[in-house]
Each structure stands twice: as C-alpha cells, then as structure tokens.
C-alpha cells in the first residue's frame, strides 16, 4: 500500500522534519520500499502468537531505590550546561514556548 | 430538555521514592534549578534506563488495593512528542501492556436528600516519567527549562466516564488523594505539583450516545477541578443548544477567569507513534513479590471504616471522619486503647478528635501528626471524664492545658489545678441552699413555672463550685429541693 506524498509530509511534521519537494519524493520512494518488505512480513500467519515486547525472551532488571546521583550537583551543572547555547540562572533557555 | 454530564478523570500520582524512575538522581522538590537532573534525564548520548524497583512496588500497591489485575508482564514504550521539557523526545510510558488493568475507587457525593455512594470503575494505571518544567516568565524573551523534575516516576490513573457531575469528580479525586496518601505511595501536595488531574467533559441528551469530549489540561485543586468542569459544561450545553457541534480539543483552566481556552500547541501533534522502548525489557511481577507487597499494606480505609462501626459501635459518618487519614484513624485508635477500650470511650474519643481537636488544629494550621496532644493524653482525658473524675465541660479546660502543654497527662493537670470533681452530696446540698436563698426571685419564677429560671438556679450552683459540682447531681438536688418545697 504505497503511501503517498502527503502522508510523507505528515510524518515529516511529527518528527520536526523540514523537506523540499525533492526530498519528500525520495522519502516516499525509500519509504516504501521497506513497507514493500513489511507487506512481505505480513503474510506470515500469526494467528493465536502473542505479540512479542522484546526479541529475547528475558525480563527487566530492577534497580534499588537509592540516590546513586550524588556528585557535587552544582559542578556538574555547569560542566553539562557549558554546550547549551543559552544558560541562565541554572535554567536552559529555549525559544518562547506560550501555551 | 435535561442533559447528561459525563466526565472521566487521568490523574498523575508522583511516586514517593527517593530517586527517579529510570535514574539515581534525587526526587526531592526544590532543589537549585538542573542540580538534580543526571545523564540519563538529560538524555545524554551514550546513557541508558535503569528501572527502579520502588516506583514498580508503589504500582503494585495501588493495583492491589484498587482490586486491580496486575499485569504478570508489562512493556515500557516511547511516546514521542517534541517539546522543551522532554529532552530525549519521547516519554517512557506504558501504552497496551500497563501494569494494572481495572479496579474501582468507592466513592459517596452529594450532600443531604442528594448524598449517595457510587462506584467508580478504573481502566488502568501504568508507570510513566514525568517531564521537565517549563518556566514561561519571559526570560530576555525566552522560556527557561528545569530538568530537575525529569524522570520523576509517576502512576498515571485513568479512570472510566463514569462520574455525572463535577462534585462526583470532585469526590472521586479526593477518595484517590486519600488512598495515595494512605498507602504511602504518593505524598499527596498538590501545590508541588505531585497529584494533578486531566478532566475529560462532555455532554448528551439523556439517552443518546456520548458526546464530543474536551479535556482540561493539569488541575492541581479540588476547587479548580469543579470551576473547571462547571465551566466547560456550562460552555457545551450553551454550544449545543445554539445548534452548534463541540470540537474535540485540550484545553487549560485559568484560575484568574474562571474560564477555559484551547491550547494552541500540540494540538496537531497527538500522534504519538507509540512502540515498546528497546532500551527497556519487558517488566515481570514474580508471584511472590506481589504477595508480599499484598502483606505490607495497611488496613484499607473502607475496610477500617466498617470495622469502626462494627467493633466500636462509631456512627457511619464518625467512622467515615475518622478514616479520611490513615493518621487521623491510628490517633483515635492509640487514644481509644488509652482510655479503655469501649463503645462509651469510643464515641467519646471520637467526638474530641472530631470536634474539640479538629478545631483547635483547625485554627492552628496543624496537621494530625502534630498535634501538642498525643493520642495517649487524649485517652487519658476520655477516661476521667467517662470516671466522672471531671465534667465534660472541665475536660475542656484541661484539653486546653494539654494543648499548652501545662502538665504531662490529665491526672497531672487535674490534680495541679484542684479539678477534681465534687460529687459529694453534703457538699453540692450546701450549696444549693445558699444559692436558693441568695436568688428567691429565680425561686418565684420557677414555682410560677417559668423553666429558664430552673437553669439559671444550676447555673448559679455551677459558678458557686466554680464548675466542679458535678452536673447531674446539681439537677438532681436542685430539684428535690425545689419540688420538695412546695410540699
């Protein structure tokens, strides 16, 4: 089921894509060429298989609940904060989001 | 025409562990600004989740007394969404595999003619990190960002659309803020922000199929929940009944109006593209964990509620007010074994922790736990009242030098401050006479049958023993010797 070119723009917005024209048509094209394979997927009869979370059949490992996060805080602010473009008062600036 | 108002509520409870859901960075509220926000929060190239055994262990506690299923196996997936919060671009959540499916909260709401009990079907409740906070005071035209609350572990609760008014929405809220709070898995401040509800509103004509919902994003009042949803219901029926059609939408509560608006952002964004998360394995319950868990809680509070009327012969609405904490219900507990256990102390422990105490608390801006009087001064106070040691009216007084701390338990106070009660009756007999002949006009009055002049005379015999003759004889002897006058 190929997807067309505004379905392509519609997953370019979500993911905070900007495309030309010219790149959209690419994607669409690359795009469908892995669906084609996933077609090829689905004809596989999984009737009554349960859906598998994880491709190894082993289960999450639990950690205690302790701080383990203990490192001078401040010192190590400063040393993350130093990529961000834009830092003030300890807090990262970002363009004005208004709700 | 009548309408039908439907509302379910998503509520999410901030977990009360010490450390964060995926990472070992702290929880605590208040920190400097990005000092508790490790690698993992700010998802740092290279860093992995870790998942913390406590926040699974509050799940399971909630599941368990909600009589939830607790998924045996349940997935953490992304939820993917662009904002400045989030840094790593996506939520871990769960999505169609949460931790606990169903479940109920019980709830009573309404007042007089209207009060009735109703239950409130759970659909689910999973695990999630919370996000970042956005700090909109302009900064040189910028917003700031806190990534201290990142990855705080919340449990997202959902219930079904079975409320029908605000105030049922109200109640429910607050039956979950208590249960939270009561099975320690949450500490219930609602002003920091750890228990905060999404309202989905809408309206039909009785009868007909359910309407276009709108959700009201992040109340964090009881009070703000009810303008809210009056608000919005107000709006739609005023919509449809111009012939109008609701759009489905999210929207914010001001506080300042008391009116809703749309948001603008993400509004086109809820598509979220959910898919089990790969850094994170399925989550398994052992059967074991679980019973044990099951072992650890405390007494529900329905399940008090009913041993309260059932073992101390409490009315339903004191044993309902002495089970809204699970504080609140071991203070009357600790005070009922200190004045000896029976129904008589019982009603009475249960009318000064209901009404003596909750007032002065009241007015103090103090919370049960901090009370100057200890539960064991309160019994004791309960017993030489229920002993006829001293009058309720005296046990006043000495309540009040407890508060102040005036002695270290009644006996202490009462013998201190000659409390004691006279119930000898030569004593009380003495009295009476004099305060008969010093008040013939009250004594006229009364033969003329006037009753209040028979209240004043007690009155006048109350002040004379300076409110330690004991009551019931005081009438007693007032009457006999009055009635016996006339003879």
């Excluded at chain 1, 993911?15 to 596989?44: C, H, K, V």
């Excluded at chain 1, 298989?49 to 805080?73: I, K, N, W």
């Excluded at chain 2, 012939?243 to 489905?248: A, F, L, S």
């Excluded at chain 2, 059967?287 to 309260?308: G, H, I, S, V, Y």
Aim: aromatic letters at 6%; glycine letters at 8%.
């Amino acid at each position: 089921m190929p997807l067309t070119v505004l379905e392509v723009e519609r997953i370019a917005a979500l993911a905070r894509l900007e495309m030309t024209p010219d790149a959209s048509g690419t994607a669409r094209q690359q795009l469908n060429d892995i669906f084609s394979l996933i077609e090829i997927l689905q004809t596989a009869d999984t009737q009554g298989v349960a859906p598998m979370a994880h491709a190894q059949d082993v289960f999450q490992r639990l950690r205690e609940d302790a701080v383990t996060y203990t490192d001078s805080d401040a010192a190590q602010r400063d040393l993350f904060q130093s990529i961000a473009p834009e830092v003030e008062a300890g807090l990262y600036l970002v363009p004005r989001v208004i709700e | 025409m009548t309408w039908e108002v439907v509302i379910g509520l998503e509520t999410h409870v901030q977990l009360a562990t010490c450390s964060k859901i995926f990472s070992g960075a702290s929880t605590r509220f208040g920190a400097l600004a990005n000092t508790q926000a490790s690698p993992v929060d700010l998802a740092l190239p290279g860093v992995l989740p870790t998942l913390n055994r406590g926040a699974v262990e509050c799940a399971l506690r909630f599941g368990l007394s909600v009589g939830g299923k607790i998924a045996e196996k349940s997935v953490f997936a992304r939820k993917n969404y662009f904002y400045p919060d989030l840094p790593k671009g996506y939520q871990i959540s769960q999505f169609d595999l949460p931790i606990v499916e169903g479940g109920h909260i019980d709830i009573v709401a309404g007042q007089g003619e209207e009060c009735h009990e109703k239950r409130v079907r759970l659909t689910r409740a999973h695990l999630e990190e919370d996000a970042g906070k956005s700090l909109h005071e302009d900064i040189h035209g910028k917003t700031g960002i806190d990534l201290n609350r990142a990855g705080t572990p919340l449990l997202e609760i959902v219930s079904e659309p079975d409320m029908r008014s605000a105030e049922e929405a109200v109640a429910y809220a607050k039956a979950l803020h208590a249960l939270v709070r009561w099975i320690g898995i949450c500490d219930g401040n609602m002003q920091e922000g750890s228990f905060r509800c999404d309202a989905n509103v809408s309206v039909r004509r009785t009868g007909e199929p359910l309407g276009t919902r709108r959700e009201i994003k992040n109340l964090n009042s009881f009070r703000y929940l009810k303008e809210a949803i009056e608000y919005e219901v107000k709006r739609q029926i005023e919509i449809l009944e111009d012939g109008g059609v609701i759009q489905q939408a999210t929207v914010l509560f001001d506080p300042a109006t008391g009116e809703t608006r749309t948001m603008r952002s993400k509004e086109d964004a809820h598509d979220y593209r959910y898919f089990p998360d790969p850094d994170l394995l399925p989550l398994a319950v052992a059967r074991d964990w679980l019973e044990q868990t099951r072992m650890a809680l405390p007494e529900l509070p329905e399940a008090k509620r009913q041993r309260f009327i059932r073992d101390y012969g409490l009315s339903a609405y004191a044993a309902a007010m002495l089970t809204v904490t699970l504080e609140t219900a071991d203070y009357f507990e600790a005070a009922l074994a200190a004045a000896g256990n029976n129904n008589a102390n019982a009603k009475s422990c249960a009318n000064w922790i209901m009404v003596d105490l909750a007032a002065r608390l009241n007015r103090e801006g103090l919370e049960i736990a901090q009370s100057p009087v200890s539960a064991a001064q309160l019994g004791g106070l309960v017993c030489r009242i229920a002993d006829a040691t001293i009058s309720n009216a005296i046990g006043k007084k000495v309540f009040e030098a407890l508060w102040l701390g005036d002695g270290e338990n009644a006996d202490a106070i009462i013998a201190a401050k000659g409390l004691r009660q006279i119930t000898d009756t030569g004593v009380i007999e003495k009295l009476v006479e004099e305060v008969l002949s010093a008040n013939a006009a009250n004594v006229a009055e009364y033969k003329a049958g006037k009753e209040k002049a028979f209240h004043a005379l007690v009155g006048q015999v109350m002040k004379a023993a300076k409110g330690k003759a004991n009551p019931q004889q005081v009438h007693q002897l007032l009457k006999q010797r009055l009635e016996g006058g006339e003879k």
